[in-house]
């Protein structure tokens, strides 16, 4: 199973956010929130997979330095004690990246929409040509094979916590990126659900998206918590990857954000497993700004930053999360900063930091407290407001900034001089009084159109009720529309200040000033030379296990075959079958005594409803089966009655009967059977495919970043020249139909030396020409050892320079006898914990597998799969024979 990597991380100290202070009649509201958010449930999975994981080293030098002081903050191992309290004023920049919504990308190729437009929304597009993104044929990975540009690149936030300008710097990056390259899209493996925080649903609706708002996302942060405390990993990244493949589909480049959790929880690990089940590269973003927090000196003047060596503490976030993307076999493809503190040496210590860690530096974005604005929208949203007036179609009133929040207590004479005065429409005070002091509503209004340099951004009317109906009838007498946003509370006034108190600014798809922000301070700070270089450059293809599975689940669940189980009553096989009807992956029969498994299936809670039982002595057609293997078996005495009996008390004979007579596609046994009581009645009843002599067998190797195809390690003790060429022909065939590209390396102990007259050689060399000339289309080489067949540098080496399609990137390795096969495979399977899928059968006109009687109900459910996409390649190949006879 593939396991979460790293470790938790420590809360980050005080999270709670503050707006401004709010001045009123003498006084001041702070509006902070009481401590940070339990961490909840994500800690307990990063807890529960902890044990599971592979643990990487912990960096202890300081970036750019000598000394010795750990980085790792953010790991929780060396976290900091007695953080001092901050300012509520840097608490909120802090934590206001906590936000919880983001935008998505914009349309237009560049051109920069002027603050206010009114038509700017609707210039927001995403355009994406149609594209399958799950290749048909994708070899081992290897750094001389044919390269393919990057579809994707995997935004991972460095810092712990949803910062707020994550959103801003998303829709930065993808504008940039819709310059270089049209047809951007975005996708969230997990998103949240809270109100505000559904960043799928927040992009889809800016940019209207051709992508359906479903395929933007893979789950929820419920959905994802559900499966990993259910120990459901690959099930989690098979819905992944499935929604990922949709959305390809609608564009040539997808931005996938990764999940961050605002509670503070680490997710690095999580996010690790998904780029590299994704195959996407990762972005590594860090917040600058977050630095200081562990400076003892902490401050919100910038001056500390002069003095201080914040640079190295970013940097080494940086290099401690690329550890973690790299053990998860993803390419690390930059690094960006956010909330860059104003220094007078700019970016220039982070690059050299950054660089002599081998990690390319795309840009570093300064801070822009405009992105953190609380804004009138954001107060409408909290208090859940009904806007009275103000809300003008075409204008930005909703957008206006609030920079302080007045309480109104006193009289209209006394509050205008708590105004200050402003020359900034974009900015301006909150007002908030009780729906019963007309006086304080009209005067806001009159203030608001008069030419004097004082800015009221909205008024807030509490107590639930609207305003006298003599009030309402004459500002709604005026000349002209009142252009002042007066919002009606539900709440009194207390509840009101309550409610602002702990509230948070957000993204909206109405925030056309931060959104333009957004795009202009990026492009302003980026390097986009570099930044196209990192996320264009070519990259080898890869196929990892999780990609793999998912193909081989998404065959399977298209060509809905039908799969017999003979060990019906096993428990692992109940399971099994319980998950593969659960996932859809194909038509289920259990053989066994109908009480006896569905009294085990209610034991073990599964449900296997969608499953037919078939009991041996009162099976349908069984004379019909008998009859078949004593057709079989005849000429080797076997007698009807023998087969018969054969038949009611063997499952396996049952079960290879039903295969052979076509009543279901394919046979899975051997839990508890051994491989020739399973293997034993397919080689009697079953007939072989066409032009096939001998029966062999492969294993899958899925490694971590690669899957090899071994043969033959499980049937052929000995084969000749003639059965070594056939076995490797059959493998051929058997990668292709599970969409590896098949090249394949005659393994021996000797490199391309045709000369020698070792009996193992010779018989390598005669099957690799045989191969040559039954099957020119097979890419293949021999002999060859194993080091030349699949590392490029020993290959190089071997073959004396000569190019070959083969050697060096090899994806199915055929070895000269069983005894190195299967010590092989054994061997590379206990060494690097490579999944061994097998063995596979191969040669037979309809598939039957075997199991080990030592394989988990993971290994069931990949068999079975497995089965169901030979099943299919089985019938198109017969359906194909027969419209060309």
Same mark, same amino acid.
């Given at each position: ?27 001041? +509201? ?101 594209? +399958? ?191 973690? @993307? ?71 009133? @909703? ?130 030379? @570099? ?195 056939? +076995? ?158």
């Amino acid at each position: 199973m593939l396991r979460l990597l790293g470790k938790r991380v420590v809360q980050q100290a005080s999270r709670a956010r503050s707006c401004q202070t709010r001045s009123h009649s003498g006084g001041s +509201i702070d509006y902070s929130s009481s401590g940070s958010a339990a961490r909840g449930r994500w800690i307990d999975i990063c807890r529960k997979y902890q044990s599971q994981s592979r643990v990487f080293p912990e960096a202890t030098q300081s970036v750019g330095s000598s000394e010795t002081q750990s980085v790792n903050r953010f790991h929780g191992s060396n976290a900091k004690e007695g953080i001092p309290a901050v300012s509520a004023a840097q608490r909120r920049a802090l934590s206001s990246f906590a936000g919880r919504d983001g935008r998505e990308e914009r349309g237009g190729q560049g051109a920069k929409a002027t603050a206010g437009s009114s038509d700017h929304q609707q210039s927001r597009s995403i355009s994406g040509s149609s594209r +399958i993104s799950m290749p048909g044929n994708v070899g081992a990975s290897h750094s001389k094979q044919p390269h393919q540009f990057d579809g994707s690149i995997y935004l991972h936030h460095a810092d712990v916590g949803a910062p707020l300008n994550s959103a801003a710097l998303s829709i930065g990056l993808i504008h940039a990126l819709q310059v270089l390259r049209p047809g951007v899209g975005y996708f969230r493996p997990i998103d949240q659900t809270s109100h505000g925080g559904n960043r799928a649903e927040l992009f889809h609706e800016i940019f209207r998206m051709r992508t359906p708002q479903e395929d933007m996302f893979g789950l929820t942060q419920d959905q994802a918590y559900g499966l990993l405390t259910s120990e459901k990993m690959d099930e989690l990244l098979e819905t992944i990857i499935s929604a990922y493949e949709r959305c390809k589909r609608h564009h040539d480049f997808v931005v996938i954000e990764g999940t961050s959790m605002r509670d503070g929880t680490n997710t690095s690990p999580l996010n690790g497993l998904i780029a590299s089940a994704l195959e996407a590269p990762a972005l590594l973003l860090s917040d600058g700004r977050a630095a200081s927090q562990f400076h003892p000196k902490h401050t919100e003047s910038g001056g500390v930053f002069e003095d201080w060596d914040w640079e190295k503490e970013a940097a080494g976030c940086i290099l401690d999360h690329a550890r973690i @993307m790299r053990q998860s076999n993803v390419d690390v493809a930059g690094a960006l900063i956010y909330r860059m503190p104003k220094t007078s040496r700019g970016a220039s210590r982070l690059r050299e930091y950054i660089t002599k860690a081998q990690i390319p530096f795309v840009g570093a974005v300064p801070e822009d407290i405009s992105l953190e604005s609380f804004q009138v929208e954001d107060v409408a949203r909290v208090l859940n407001a009904h806007v009275l007036y103000g809300d003008l179609p075409h204008s930005n009133n @909703m957008t206006t900034e609030v920079t302080r929040t007045l309480i109104a207590t006193l009289h209209l004479a006394d509050l205008l001089s708590y105004i200050p005065p402003s020359d900034d429409p974009a900015k301006g005070v909150l007002v908030v009084a009780h729906a019963s002091r007309p006086d304080i509503l009209l005067g806001m209004i009159d203030l608001h159109e008069t030419h004097l340099s004082t800015q009221v951004a909205a008024m807030v009317l509490t107590g639930g009720s609207p305003p006298p109906l003599e009030v309402d009838m004459l500002i709604r007498s005026r000349p002209t529309r009142v252009s002042l946003p007066v919002l009606l509370s539900p709440k009194d006034t207390h509840g009101t200040c309550i409610a602002l108190t702990n509230a948070q600014p957000e993204l909206h798809a109405t925030s056309n000033r931060k959104i333009e922000r957004a795009e202009v301070i990026f492009h302003e700070n980026v390097d986009m030379r @570099m930044l196209h270089q990192v996320l264009f450059k070519e990259r080898p293809m890869r196929m990892n296990p999780k990609l793999f599975q998912h193909s081989i689940f998404d065959k399977s669940r298209e060509a809905q075959s039908h799969i017999v189980l003979p060990e019906g009553a096993e428990p692992r096989t109940i399971q099994a079958a319980g998950e593969v009807l659960r996932r859809s992956l194909c038509r289920v029969t259990l053989i066994g005594n109908p009480d006896e498994i569905i009294t085990a299936a209610k034991q073990l809670r599964v449900d296997v409803s969608g499953a037919d039982i078939i009991y041996p002595p009162s099976a349908p057609n069984l004379d019909h089966y008998a009859e078949l293997l004593y057709q079989a078996r005849k000429d080797k005495g076997v007698t009807l009655m023998e087969a018969h009996d054969h038949m009611i008390t063997d499952p396996n004979y049952l079960g290879t009967a039903m295969v052979a007579a076509g009543d279901v596609d394919g046979m899975v046994s051997g839990a508890v059977h051994t491989t020739i009581a399973t293997i034993r009645p397919a080689l009697q009843m079953i007939p072989k495919l066409p032009n096939t002599e001998i029966i062999s067998s492969v294993f899958f190797m899925c490694l971590p970043d690669r899957i090899y195809i071994y043969g033959d390690c499980a049937i052929n003790s000995n084969p000749t020249a003639e059965e070594l060429a056939m +076995i490797a022909i059959s493998s051929a065939d058997t990668a292709a139909d599970f969409g590896v590209e098949p090249r394949v390396a005659m393994l021996s102990y000797s490199t391309m030396d045709e000369r020698k007259e070792d009996t193992i050689v010779q018989k390598v060399v005669r099957a690799t020409q045989l191969i040559k000339q039954q099957r020119p289309d097979i890419l293949v080489e021999g002999p060859l050892q194993y080091d030349a067949a699949v590392n490029p540098m020993a290959a190089h080496n071997k073959m004396d320079g000569r190019e070959s399609d083969v050697a060096g990137k090899a994806s199915v390795l055929i070895f000269p006898d069983l005894n190195t096969g299967n010590n092989t495979y054994k061997a590379v399977q206990q060494a690097t914990g490579a999944i061994a899928m097998g063995p596979v059968l191969q040669g037979l006109s309809r598939p039957v597998n075997d199991l080990s009687r030592g394989c988990t109900t993971k290994d069931i459910v990949n068999t079975i799969a497995i089965t169901s996409v030979q099943a299919a390649a089985g019938k198109a190949a017969r359906t194909a024979q027969a419209a060309a006879a």
